[in-house]
């Protein structure tokens, strides 16, 4: 309890009063005023309050006035919805807790509990780019229609899956500097998850960033390259000799670091031998095969866009990565996701008062693709203007994947979390969903009554204290009703609202009548049909060596139908980082088999190809909310909940 003390001796003092006054009119034969004046003086001096309970604890839900910030401007495009609650959508918009960025969000719920409903309500009303990590193909299904054809936005498909249509990216074009490309190697041999044995991986960085930086000399796609040279005939000294012959100079100088000496003064019988040496070449050539998948060499193949046009103008970009498939393109989706995010974070660090694009980043099911770099992504890419939407079944996931530092730095990078009930109801486990949103809520104090006895029955004392109690226990939140989550938002008390559901909002009829985009159909993305005999001989070092070294014993790669052919020297001319955005080919919109266009003769001009159209400007798009919809619940209310 915590007393007044002028309070009580004010009280005491009334007391005192109402006490000789009643004894005053006693003795002056009145006792009815007596009675009367002791009778209501009593209750003065009980009502006059001199001292109070300690309320340590205030936890509550949230009330609609305290929400009100969230209820504002929820169709403007610019924000990302998390719920409704008193019969409103909520978001989060930029401005939001005095915050000018979005900050990351975190969807937590198990299976079919129908978290991923908010990936769709969202798309349909994000006006900014997007990237979709889309491991079931349902969402691109769903929004990609929407998303072209009413926002008109660029809307890109990509899809590895051997058999299925894919639009083309090459993360490795994204590579602009050597420092670039060595940190991918080093990010795609992931030479920390081998233990003991990472030091085979991390001597078979070394060759891969000479492999790939040789495919840029030689103007062909990497991953065609890679194929081309790791899995030849001639094994590794075939590989050595022919990467010699570019006579780069950082190529010769990442590959002498693999083999510790130049390929002329190797001795290639002892090197037979040489186990330190094989091992690591087999751990390259086991990470590569990862990559040479007809459907991933045709992915890759080329870049229909670049990490570049979603920060310049509005795009959407669809990882279709199927589950069932996931292990085979892990390495392959890791690659991809980084070459973007680390394109785009170089180009504001380039330039920091660039103006781009907001960028949603949709990671659904993101314990299963699990982006290696996730944790670094969150404390790192908010400042760039891209925004993490994370969903996951368990928090248990974050630890097991990320490790305890991994979990810590997502949980406190995102602003934003979303839990739906989830089935353990243990307050006992510490790592669990159920037991971190009963501890997250708070506590609140409630009074405790209580009354004590003697032996034979006759009250002795009654006694009232306030104890402390959780908002909501673990076994409660178990038992929320379908549909029910629990959102913490930056300094906003909980909110216990409703799950976002697509069918409520009047443009998921639209979205039903645009289709999915299809991609163009596959060409041929074999092996590179150029290769060389290899030699032992060295190029000797002349006026026309460079030009030999660079030509002769580079793989050629045949030119896709609808594309503009163009010679060896001019591929290799072209930077990673403005190579134009061909278009697909006639041939390939049709699904029709294409073939090898023979490279034409040097003399002959050759007609550059156009320039890719820009997109129709997007047209003024007002989302409502359809509240009167027959298949809307009645229960979106506070007190329902």
């Known amino acids: 309890m915590i007393v007044n003390y002028k309070l009580f001796m004010l009280r005491w003092c009334l007391a005192l009063l109402v006490f000789w006054v009643t004894v005053f009119f006693t003795m002056l034969g009145q006792g009815i005023f007596a009675a009367a004046f002791f009778l209501v003086g009593s209750g003065l001096v009980y009502l006059f309050k001199d001292s109070r309970p300690q309320v340590r604890h205030t936890a509550h839900f949230a009330h609609k006035a305290e929400i009100a910030p969230l209820t504002r401007g929820v169709f403007e495009g610019d924000g990302v919805m998390v719920g409704f609650a008193y019969k409103q959508p909520l978001v989060v918009r930029p401005g939001t807790a005095g915050k000018n960025e979005l900050g990351h969000f975190l969807w937590v719920g198990p299976s079919r509990s129908g978290k991923g409903l908010s990936i769709a309500s969202n798309l349909y009303n994000w006006e900014g780019s997007a990237?979709?990590?889309?491991?079931?193909?349902?969402?691109?299904?769903?929004?990609?229609?929407?998303?072209r054809d009413v926002l008109g936005q660029d809307v890109f498909i990509l899809n590895p899956s051997g058999g299925e249509s894919s639009h083309q990216f090459d993360p490795f074009k994204e590579l602009e500097t050597d420092e670039q490309i060595f940190s991918a190697a080093i990010g795609f041999m992931q030479p920390d998850k081998d233990g003991a044995n990472a030091i085979f991986a991390q001597r078979a960085s070394a060759a891969l960033a000479a492999l790939i930086k040789a495919a840029k000399v030689s103007g062909a796609p990497t991953v065609a390259f890679l194929d081309s040279m790791i899995y030849q005939p001639h094994g590794l000294k075939g590989t050595a000799l022919r990467l010699q012959a570019l006579r780069d100079p950082q190529v010769t100088r990442w590959l002498n670091s693999f083999l510790g000496k130049d390929p002329d003064q190797m001795d290639w019988d002892e090197a037979d031998g040489d186990r330190f040496l094989n091992n690591s070449w087999q751990r390259l050539r086991t990470a590569a095969s990862f990559l040479i998948t007809p459907g991933v060499k045709h992915m890759t193949g080329g870049s229909d866009f670049m990490a570049a046009n979603i920060v310049d103008r509005p795009t959407t970009v669809y990882l279709v990565f199927r589950e069932s498939e996931l292990t085979l393109n892990l390495a392959l989706f890791n690659l991809v996701i980084d070459a973007i995010f680390r394109s785009i974070m170089r180009r504001y660090d380039l330039n920091p008062s660039l103006e781009g694009q907001k960028i949603l980043t949709v990671f659904d099911e993101a314990f299963r693709a699990s982006p290696n770099l996730l944790a670094e992504y969150a404390g790192t890419v908010a400042g760039r203007g891209i925004y993490l939407c994370i969903y996951i079944q368990s928090l248990a996931q974050l630890s097991d994947i990320w490790g305890k530092e991994g979990r810590t730095v997502i949980?406190?990078?995102?602003?934003?979390?979303?839990?739906?009930p989830a089935v353990d109801r243990s307050d006992d486990d510490r790592e669990g969903t159920s037991s971190f949103v009963s501890a997250s809520?708070?506590?609140?104090?409630?009074?405790?009554?209580?009354?004590?006895?003697?032996e034979h029955g006759k009250e002795l004392n009654t006694n009232v204290r306030m104890t402390e109690r959780e908002l909501i226990s673990a076994s409660e939140f178990a038992m929320l009703g379908a549909g029910k989550s629990i959102i913490l938002c930056n300094d906003f008390p909980p909110i216990l609202a409703h799950r976002l559901e697509p069918w409520r909002f009047k443009e998921h009829a639209s979205a039903q009548q645009s289709p999915a985009p299809r991609p163009p159909g596959r060409s041929d993305t074999g092996r590179l049909d150029t290769e060389p005999p290899v030699t032992t001989e060295v190029p000797q070092a002349g006026p026309e060596a460079g030009v030999q070294a660079q030509s002769s014993p580079t793989p050629e790669t045949p030119a896709t139908a609808g594309r503009a052919p163009e010679a060896g020297a001019e591929a290799a001319a072209v930077s990673p980082a403005t190579a134009p955005v061909n278009p697909p080919s006639a041939e390939a919109e049709t699904g029709e088999d294409s073939t090898p266009v023979p490279a034409p003769d040097a003399s002959s001009p050759v007609s550059p190809a156009p320039p890719p159209a820009l997109p129709a400007p997007a047209p003024q798009v007002v989302l409502s909310l359809d509240l009167d919809a027959e298949d809307q619940d009645d229960d979106i209310d506070q007190g329902v909940f």
């Open 131 to 147: 990237i979709v990590v889309d491991i079931k193909g349902e969402i691109a299904e769903q929004t990609a229609g929407y998303r």
């Open 441 to 454: 809520c708070g506590k609140y104090m409630m009074e405790d009554r209580g009354m004590a006895k003697e």
């Open 411 to 420: 949980m406190e990078n995102a602003h934003t979390k979303v839990f739906l």
